[in-house]
């Protein structure tokens, strides 16, 4: 089970931080990513980071957005900085047991969904 947490509504130019627990998996090994989708869009990949910490970013994410996770505690985070309108959208935890899953950031590939968390950025 993965449960997300930290959505909210901002203005442009803050920050927000998103937290996704997982439950249920053997959490270090696993390939976990944040994807987000817009309304009438399919669901794009934001960031990732593998079992062994290589982190993987979307054009968009780069330079703003910062992927972490902490196995000890079974989470994941997604520090949000420079948040822009276009920002705005249902943002999901993804899980993985596979290596595939982080080399592709495919959808398909991510087997673990949490049920989203909303993020709200105002001009």
């Known amino acids: 089970q993965l449960l997300e947490s930290g959505g909210g509504s901002v203005q442009a130019g803050g920050s927000l931080r998103l937290s996704c627990l997982v439950s249920?998996?053997?959490?270090?090994?696993?390939?976990m990513a944040w994807f987000r989708q817009v309304p009438g869009k399919g669901r794009e990949a934001v960031a990732s980071?593998?079992?062994?910490?290589?982190?993987r970013y979307a054009t968009s994410a780069q330079g703003r957005f910062t992927i972490t996770r902490d196995n000890s505690k079974n989470e994941m985070y997604l520090q949000m900085t420079s948040l822009k309108p276009e920002d705005t959208a249902m943002y999901y935890c993804a899980a993985d047991r596979s290596r595939r899953a982080c080399r592709t950031l495919m959808q398909a590939d991510f087997q673990y969904w949490g049920q989203g968390t909303q993020v709200t950025v105002s001009s």
């Open positions: 980071i593998s079992a062994q910490f290589s982190q």
């Open positions: 249920g998996l053997t959490y270090s090994g696993t390939c």
